[in-house]
Every structure is written in C-alpha cells, then in structure tokens.
C-alpha cells in the first residue's frame, strides 16, 4: 500500500470535507505531493500541491481561497481541507507523489497516486 484516500463523501453546496491520503514512509519524501481531481467526461485538473523540500504550496485558481493542503509530518499524511463546496466541485479526487522535478500540475510527473475518493456536492 503506497497511498491511501479517505475523507470524501456527499455533501451540500457550502459544505465542508478533508481528505487525507496516508503516504508509505517511503514516498513520503517524494519532491513533491499533490492533489488532482476528474470530473466524468472531463480532464483532469490540477487542485493543489506540497513541495516538500521548500514546504512551498500551490492551489489552483479555481479552488483558491476555499481549498488549502497540509500535512502532518508525524503521521506521513497529507489533507486537502475543502470548504464552500460547490457542485462543480463533484469528482473523484487523487493523492499522488512526485519523486522528479516538473510542474506541479503536470499529472505525469507524479510516480505514486492513490485509488481516489469520491466527492459529491449537491
């Protein structure tokens, strides 16, 4: 097991969620970790992202001021706290790591990613 996604559920709109995603000591100190998310019938996008080196943080412009990532470095996870939930925000949400450098929404650099969780908002 390499990384875990937990947290997501059905909310209504204005709702709140975390998510976690328990990360193999191994990875956990990948370059960076990220969150993505995919719609149905839509591309993947970009959430947000931790370096781990320089504990520098992304978030995309569309989830901006209502997302925020973190991490708990005792426990080797990593959350992304949603809030003011919309339901453009329905879509299955990935944990992932990245080992080399690139950007930080670029899907393919990340080597590890988790199985998903599902969130919803209505």
């Known amino acids: 097991v390499q990384l875990v996604e937990s947290g997501g559920g059905s909310v209504q709109a204005g709702g709140s969620l975390r998510l976690s995603c328990e990360i193999s000591l191994y990875i956990y100190s990948s370059y960076c970790m990220g969150w993505f998310r995919q719609a149905p019938g839509k591309e993947r996008e970009a959430v947000a992202a931790h370096y781990t080196g320089t504990a520098t943080t992304y978030v995309a412009d569309s989830v901006k001021g209502r997302f925020a990532i973190s991490e708990d470095n005792a426990k080797n996870v990593l959350y992304l706290q949603m809030n003011n939930l919309q339901p453009e925000d329905t879509a299955m949400y990935y944990c992932?790591?990245?080992?080399?450098?690139?950007?930080?929404?670029?899907?393919?650099?990340?080597?590890?990613r988790g199985q998903g969780t599902q969130v919803t908002v209505s």
């Open positions: 992932a790591a990245s080992t080399v450098e690139g950007a930080w929404s670029d899907w393919t650099k990340y080597t590890y």
